[in-house]
Structures are given as C-alpha cells and as structure tokens.
C-alpha cells in the first residue's frame, strides 16, 4: 500500500496542476479545448530528489503543490482533494501558541495521524525520503528535521 501511495504521491506531485486542468501532459497544457472531455491519467514517477540540507528546498518540492507556496493550504493541487489541506502557518496558533515540533515530525513520518487528513490525504514521507536517500537513516531525520524546522519558520506568530 505503501509504495502505491509514494507512486501516486510522486506523480501528483509532478503532474498536478497539468491534471487539474484536465490535461494528461505538459504538452497538452496549451492545446485549444476540445468538445471531447479529457481523462486525466496519473502516470507514475519517481519522486524529485532535494537538498535534504534545505528545509525550504524540500517543502517546495514535497509539500507545495497541496499547502501552497505560502503553506496556507491553497496549492494547484488542493482543489482535486477530500479534504482542504492544512493552513500550515497556523500550526502553532491551533496548538495554543507553541510550535507542535514532535507531531509535525511524526505526521511527515507517517507516525501521528491527524484527523485533518481525513483518509490519508497526506502522503507518509518517511519512506519517500528513506529511498531518495539509499535507505540511510540519518538522511531521512536530516530531511525531516529540516523540513520541520522550515514549517516553524513560517508560523504567523
């Protein structure tokens, strides 16, 4: 279940906004209209590699498409989810002020649930980011630990 979830994680990442035009490719992305409607395909695709040094680098790549670029849940890719995805700059305002470190840590792992991702919404990373990183453990919590630390950087505080 896993690795299909990572597949079609990967895929909405790099195709989303083409998808929710109702295209299946770049290419197609400034082809006039058709009166025939268009079946998006998600095709599968490895995930882009980031700096795993990067907190910002990686949350553009991973997490921008559903939270938007300003992580307040409005991305290209949001429109085609269940459930809205989380206003991420309000993280610490909802945990009555001080930034929930170890939860966003566990969520982006795949270790917390969180009844605002409804019925797993939210791709696991930790298995993401174990393969992007050959399976080295300490890359996986550089990666994550760096992420989470750019998410606090953005709380409207």
Same mark, same amino acid.
């Given at each position: %279940?896993?690795?299909?979830? %990572?597949r079609?994680?990967?895929? #909405?990442?790099?195709?989303?906004? #083409?998808?929710? /035009?109702?295209?299946?490719n770049? +290419?197609?992305?400034? +082809?006039?209209?058709s009166?025939?409607?268009?079946?998006?395909?998600? =095709?599968?695709?490895?995930?882009?590699h980031?700096?795993?040094?990067?907190? =910002?680098?990686?949350?553009?790549?991973? !997490?921008?498409? !559903?939270?938007?670029?300003d992580?307040?849940?409005?991305?290209?890719?949001?429109?085609? %989810? *269940? +459930?809205?995805?989380?206003?991420?700059? *309000?993280? /610490?305002?909802?945990?009555?002020?001080?930034?929930?470190?170890?939860?966003?840590?566990?969520?982006? *792992?795949?270790?917390a649930?969180?009844?605002?991702?409804?019925?797993?919404?939210?791709?696991?990373?930790?298995?993401? #980011?174990?393969?992007?990183?050959?399976?080295?453990?300490?890359?996986?919590?550089?990666?994550i630990?760096?992420?989470? *630390?750019?998410?606090?950087?953005?709380?409207?505080?």
């Amino acid at each position: %279940m896993r690795s299909h979830l %990572m597949r079609w994680v990967a895929a #909405f990442l790099l195709l989303g906004p #083409f998808l929710l /035009a109702g295209q299946t490719n770049p +290419a197609e992305a400034t +082809a006039p209209a058709s009166s025939q409607t268009i079946t998006p395909q998600i =095709k599968s695709v490895p995930a882009p590699h980031s700096d795993p040094t990067s907190g =910002k680098a990686m949350y553009e790549a991973y !997490c921008a498409s !559903c939270h938007g670029i300003d992580g307040r849940g409005d991305g290209p890719a949001a429109r085609a %989810m *269940k +459930a809205q995805p989380a206003n991420l700059t *309000k993280l /610490a305002a909802s945990n009555g002020g001080p930034y929930p470190e170890a939860h966003v840590a566990g969520v982006i *792992k795949g270790e917390a649930l969180t009844t605002s991702h409804g019925a797993n919404d939210m791709p696991v990373w930790g298995p993401v #980011f174990l393969a992007l990183g050959q399976h080295q453990s300490s890359e996986v919590q550089l990666r994550i630990h760096n992420l989470v *630390k750019y998410l606090d950087s953005i709380q409207l505080r």
